[in-house]
């Protein structure tokens, strides 16, 4: 009888123990401490006490549900807060759904609990479905809290953890209602930015950002960490297409405030920016690509050409033009005028050089030229100033202008001269500096050749009124002189002519053609690159290293000729004098004609000059080492452009008759 009695009296005390731990597990699931079930360290859930050993190990199994239900309830309170952005904020309410499930599976325990139906097995059981969705949005929201995560990285974490869960149903369709919702505030401000060239992102959660306050093609960049995966690809074709919307706008707000005349087909203008656009997007999160790509790269296509033809309207093929005629010589008259102006500033030192009288020869030819009227009206504030950047220092750093500078090396004139010159708003958005500053180049390289082709020009002259002086020992530089015309006039032809001239007409064909910005943009770019590596300037250093050889060997020369050729001239100017006055006293001569006598006394200093020359070996070893330097650098120049395997036009015309292969040193 009394083991019967403490058999009833073990079996009360254990249904008393379960209906104890089935109450406070269900606290523990809404993330209460109780006496059998407390918080240890990490906010994760413990047992504190030995029930029975059955009872105990199958409430352990459910303490992990309690644990992932308390972390994720901490995660939406914190990142609820007023500063973690909408991404966080509609993120938190797609878990908060999640939980509100959870919630009511509680009460439905607790209803069974009340009834005396509920057991700890039992619980166990009922909390399969939802202890898988906890356990996925514990292990999403640790992610998100251990990299600090925020906006678009936010959502590119979530869609990595549902690629990485692929064989997983139900860890997927979690990850995907929280895309879903998170990615709700995102589209929207997408929506904004591709339709109106705006963003409203005060937490910093876009894949724009703005990176300077002034008005530019450039005002807007991605945020690597904030481009959405699906978005990947598509990441340039958005940034263009909100950044054309908004110059579009620009133009709008522009146009209603003062309406600018003077601008060619003005009506055609109004008629462009009066348009609106019919494009609708409806953007929301789904894995399939080809979706977002449709809809994006129509609007991409839709801005892109609206604002082509806007910007033709502002006379965007005539600027072009204008850019061509003032830096790569299309108009030579420009320069052929600035350069007989300028020739005794030029020929200075930098230091010594007055830029305002450059400035103002530099007007003055412009305006006696014939593409006065068109570089005029297309560019603004058309400056010419001097610069320490030589040339070869602004190819190695092509992304920017030279600033002007007060002290120079020892630099001539021409090395250190520099166009410049503002485009128009809104064509000084499409026009940067990026490739104001490769025409510049290609402007500098030139003028640079026109420069020695006038020392040699001036040098040529100056042999032209010395025959009438027969000395023999200037032929050697008469020669030496002849080469090196040749050279320069051939190297002219084929930079301009061959070069430049060809490419230009090519582009001139391909922007006919052209109907968007970014074409236009990558045309453009095309056009200099191809010009830098058709006259020699983006090829190898080596390469441009021999031609400035070349050339500085052909400016010595022509300077040192024409201070001799002076000197020579001067001389004899004195002895005809002083010949002729001495025939003049003799009878016989003093009846001859007066040309007769000057030719009389030509000849007399001929042979004087012809004695002393010969009888000076300095001039003809001078002679001699200008025309060794030169074959030389024509040698390795011809060499380097035969490695290139490019250039035939050049080497032939200059090599015609194979006298510099025939003769390598």
């Known amino acids: 009888g009394e083991c019967t009695a403490a ?9 008393i123990s379960e209906c104890e731990l089935v109450e406070e597990l269900l606290c523990s699931l809404l993330g209460l401490e109780t006496a059998h079930f407390t918080l240890g360290n990490g906010d994760e859930f413990k047992v504190t006490s030995s029930p029975e050993a059955p009872l105990i190990s199958v409430a352990a199994k459910v303490l992990p549900t309690c644990t992932n239900y308390l972390r994720v309830q901490s995660f939406t309170l914190s990142y609820s807060q007023y500063g973690c952005g909408l991404v966080s904020h509609a993120v938190c309410l797609a878990i908060e759904e ?6 009511l599976l509680v009460c439905q325990l607790e209803q069974h609990c009340l009834q005396e139906k509920l057991t700890i097995q039992k619980i166990w059981f009922y909390i399969q479905p939802m202890r898988e969705t906890l356990h996925t949005l514990q292990q999403i929201t640790h992610q998100i809290q251990k990299q600090k995560c925020y906006g678009g990285e936010m959502l590119n974490l979530i869609y990595s953890i549902y690629l990485e869960r692929s064989g997983d149903v139900k860890a997927q369709n979690v990850c995907l209602l929280l895309l879903h919702k998170g990615c709700g505030p995102y589209f929207k401000m997408l929506e904004e930015w591709l339709l109106e060239g705006q963003t409203t992102d005060p937490y910093h959660e876009f894949m724009i ?20 995966g699906l978005l990947g690809d598509l990441k340039k074709e958005i940034l263009h297409s909100g950044t054309f919307f908004r110059v579009i706008q620009s133009m709008k707000r522009r146009s209603n405030l003062l309406f600018d005349s003077s601008v060619k087909n003005s009506k055609e203008t109004e008629a462009c920016l009066s348009q609106r656009t019919q494009l609708v997007l409806d953007l929301s999160f789904t894995t399939k690509q080809e979706v977002f790509s449709q809809q994006i790269n129509s609007v991409y296509a839709y801005s892109s050409q609206h604002l082509f033809e806007l910007l033709k309207t502002y006379k965007l093929t005539d600027t072009i033009c204008a850019l061509k005629d003032l830096f790569l010589s299309a108009k030579g008259d420009v320069f052929a005028t600035f350069m007989e102006l300028s020739k005794g500033e030029l020929r200075k030192r930098a230091a010594e050089i007055q830029p ?3 400035q103002k020869y530099f007007d003055t030819a412009l305006q006696a030229s014939s593409c006065s009227s068109s570089v005029s009206t297309c560019l603004n504030n058309i400056s010419c100033y001097l610069t320490s950047t030589s040339l070869s220092e602004q190819l190695r750093s092509l992304s920017h202008i030279p600033e002007k500078f007060c002290e120079f090396t020892q630099q001539t004139g021409p090395e250190c001269l520099l166009l410049n010159c503002s485009i128009p708003w809104p064509l000084s958005l499409f026009i940067n500096n990026d490739q104001l500053a490769k025409y510049q180049v290609i402007f500098r390289h030139n003028f640079h050749y026109k420069h020695v082709l006038q020392l040699l020009t001036d040098f040529w002259y100056q042999h032209q009124q010395m025959k009438g002086y027969i000395i023999p020992a200037l032929t050697p530089s008469f020669a030496l002189r002849a080469k090196m015309l040749h050279f320069v006039q051939t190297f002219m032809h084929c930079n301009i002519n061959g070069a430049i001239e060809a490419t230009w007409n090519q582009f001139i064909l391909e922007i006919e053609k052209c109907n968007s910005v970014d074409h236009f943009i990558s045309l453009h770019d095309n056009f200099l690159d191809t010009c830098l590596k058709r006259t020699l300037l983006a090829e190898e250093p080596e390469l441009f290293q021999a031609l400035d050889k070349v050339t500085s060997i052909c400016s010595i020369f022509a300077n040192y000729g024409m201070r001799f050729i002076q000197t020579i001239s001067q001389e004899n100017e004195n002895d005809l004098a002083q010949i002729i006055s001495k025939l003049t006293e003799d009878e016989d001569y003093a009846k001859k004609p007066a040309s007769q006598l000057r030719r009389l006394a030509s000849i007399e200093i001929s042979e004087h000059q012809s004695t002393k020359l010969h009888a000076d070996i300095r001039y003809a070893t001078t002679i001699q080492k200008f025309e060794d330097s030169f074959n030389r650098y024509i040698q390795t120049l011809l060499s380097s452009l035969g490695k290139t395997g490019e250039f035939h036009s050049f080497t032939a015309n200059l090599d015609f008759n194979r006298f510099y292969s025939k003769n390598e040193l």
């Open 98 to 103: 999640l939980l509100k499930e959870y919630l």
């Open 7 to 15: 058999k009833i009296m073990s079996a009360k005390h254990d249904a």
């Open 356 to 358: 305002h009288l450059l």
């Open 209 to 228: 950002t703005r990176i300077v306050e002034e008005e530019s093609l450039y005002q807007y960049q991605l945020e690597e960490k904030n481009v959405l």
